[in-house]
């Protein structure tokens, strides 16, 4: 028996998935392998609402985060955060020597259109990123309103880090005009984590040509070049592994149906904030408060490390807050496998045990 997750990630994977990653292996210069990464790109297409190609790459999400920012930012970028993971995106600029601001909303506070607009108004970037959804404050940020603002400014690429929120909530890369998209296995997709998956629009890989220092693992350029002439190879070993799964469970995404996979995820949020509100405070501002998982203030001055102790004698387990909001709140993701069911469980525990604690 294993703790079931209620965490930003790793999270729940059916046991029919994790099976696929013990598929006997082949060679991944093969025939097969080339078939299965095609077959991976055409269902990830649909995923991701696009019809750009799609590339796959053994890391994390930050590892495509890094090499995005790095192989495509020629002149300078702006960095929009609203959370950890915003300013992850900001330090990783610098420590490859990209030029980069950082535009930093208050933290439980989105990234608004009117921000975007001032930034690239200046005409000082190449570039910008967003975080779709940032699980240390629990905001998905309005990304159909920057993309109107966005529309001005045709030339600056827009990177977005979609690694919580992609196949949990609605985000049609191709009509929102995204650039680069990037999402990773361990959240709402419901795989093991050390995957990570992007979207990438010809203009970027072209506008790319112009950064001299790419690196090389992490090249957006360079993994594109393979795919395009190598029949889907990917220029160093991908994890063949996590590809049977990938393709198994987006399989299983699909025949759920993309618009159900949506409602669903929305109605876990809105249950658990409904409670969160009944019983504590939530942290972002509701009208900008994620689907794929809840960031509660701590408003009872409960120990967040106590009530996970307790659920983990229930064999359940959610997650404290992140960093400097650690104890002051607590996080409720409902994502990927989880349904209404599991929330109802999770949220019932919590509210038996608080009683209990001093």
Same mark, same amino acid.
């Given at each position: 028996? !294993?703790?079931?997750?209620?965490?930003?990630?790793?999270?729940?994977?059916?046991? %029919?998935?994790?099976?696929?990653?013990?598929?006997?292996?082949?060679?991944? /210069?093969?025939?097969?392998?080339?078939?299965?990464? $095609?077959?991976?790109?055409?269902?990830?297409?649909?995923?991701?609402?696009?019809?750009?190609?799609? &590339?796959?790459?053994?890391?994390?999400?930050?590892?495509?985060?890094?090499?995005?920012?790095?192989?495509?930012?020629?002149? /300078?970028?702006?960095?929009?955060?609203?959370?950890?993971?915003?300013?992850?995106?900001?330090?990783?600029?610098?420590?490859?020597?990209?030029?980069?601001?950082?535009?930093?909303?208050?933290?439980? $506070?989105?990234?608004?259109?009117?921000?975007?607009?001032?930034?690239?108004?200046?005409?000082?970037?190449?570039?910008?990123?967003?975080?779709?959804?940032?699980?240390?404050?629990?905001?998905?940020?309005?990304?159909?309103?920057?993309?109107?603002?966005?529309?001005?400014?045709?030339?600056?690429?827009?990177?977005? %880090?979609?690694?919580?929120?992609?196949?949990?909530?609605?985000?049609?890369?191709?009509?929102?005009?995204?650039?680069?998209?990037?999402?990773?296995?361990?959240?709402?997709?419901? &795989?093991?984590?050390?995957?990570?998956?992007?979207?990438?629009?010809?203009?970027? *890989?072209?506008?790319?040509?112009?950064?001299?220092?790419?690196?090389?693992? *992490?090249?957006?350029?360079?993994?594109?070049?393979?795919?395009?002439? $190598?029949?889907?190879?990917?220029?160093?070993?991908?994890?063949?592994? !996590?590809?049977?799964?990938?393709?198994?469970?987006?399989?299983?995404? *699909?025949?759920?149906?993309?618009?159900?996979?949506?409602?669903?995820?929305?109605?876990?949020?809105?249950? #658990?904030?409904?409670?969160?509100?009944?019983?504590?405070?939530?942290?972002?501002?509701?009208?900008?408060?994620?689907?794929?998982?809840? #960031?509660?203030?701590?408003?009872?001055?409960?120990?967040?490390?106590?009530?996970?102790?307790? *659920?983990?004698?229930?064999?359940?387990?959610?997650?404290?807050?992140?960093?400097?909001?650690?104890?002051?709140?607590?996080?409720?993701? !409902?994502?990927?496998?989880?349904?209404? %069911?599991?929330?109802?469980?999770?949220?019932?525990?919590?509210?038996?045990?608080?009683?209990?604690? $001093?």
């Amino acid at each position: 028996m !294993h703790k079931k997750l209620f965490i930003p990630g790793p999270t729940e994977v059916a046991p %029919d998935v994790l099976q696929k990653m013990a598929t006997p292996m082949i060679g991944h /210069r093969s025939k097969e392998a080339s078939a299965l990464q $095609k077959d991976i790109s055409e269902k990830m297409r649909k995923v991701f609402h696009t019809a750009n190609p799609i &590339l796959l790459s053994t890391s994390s999400g930050s590892g495509l985060m890094e090499g995005s920012i790095r192989s495509l930012t020629a002149k /300078r970028a702006a960095v929009f955060s609203v959370g950890a993971f915003g300013n992850r995106w900001f330090k990783m600029a610098e420590a490859n020597n990209v030029g980069a601001d950082k535009f930093e909303s208050e933290w439980g $506070k989105a990234t608004t259109p009117e921000m975007v607009d001032k930034a690239l108004a200046t005409g000082k970037y190449d570039v910008f990123t967003v975080t779709h959804n940032e699980t240390s404050t629990g905001i998905m940020n309005p990304v159909e309103e920057i993309a109107e603002v966005r529309k001005k400014y045709p030339d600056v690429l827009w990177l977005v %880090d979609a690694v919580s929120s992609m196949a949990g909530a609605k985000i049609e890369v191709d009509k929102l005009g995204i650039d680069v998209c990037i999402t990773s296995t361990q959240k709402a997709l419901a &795989l093991p984590p050390g995957m990570a998956i992007c979207s990438v629009t010809p203009k970027a *890989l072209e506008h790319g040509k112009q950064v001299k220092h790419r690196g090389w693992y *992490l090249d957006i350029l360079e993994i594109y070049k393979y795919v395009e002439t $190598k029949d889907y190879q990917y220029s160093a070993t991908p994890s063949l592994s !996590h590809m049977f799964a990938m393709n198994y469970q987006l399989d299983r995404i *699909l025949a759920e149906g993309l618009e159900n996979r949506y409602a669903r995820h929305k109605a876990m949020a809105e249950y #658990t904030r409904a409670w969160a509100k009944q019983n504590f405070a939530l942290y972002p501002e509701e009208q900008h408060a994620s689907v794929t998982l809840t #960031t509660i203030t701590n408003t009872r001055n409960i120990s967040v490390k106590a009530l996970n102790d307790a *659920l983990g004698k229930e064999w359940m387990q959610i997650s404290n807050g992140y960093g400097d909001l650690k104890e002051k709140t607590f996080r409720i993701a !409902h994502m990927g496998e989880l349904n209404m %069911d599991d929330v109802k469980q999770v949220i019932a525990a919590i509210d038996r045990i608080l009683p209990t604690l $001093k």
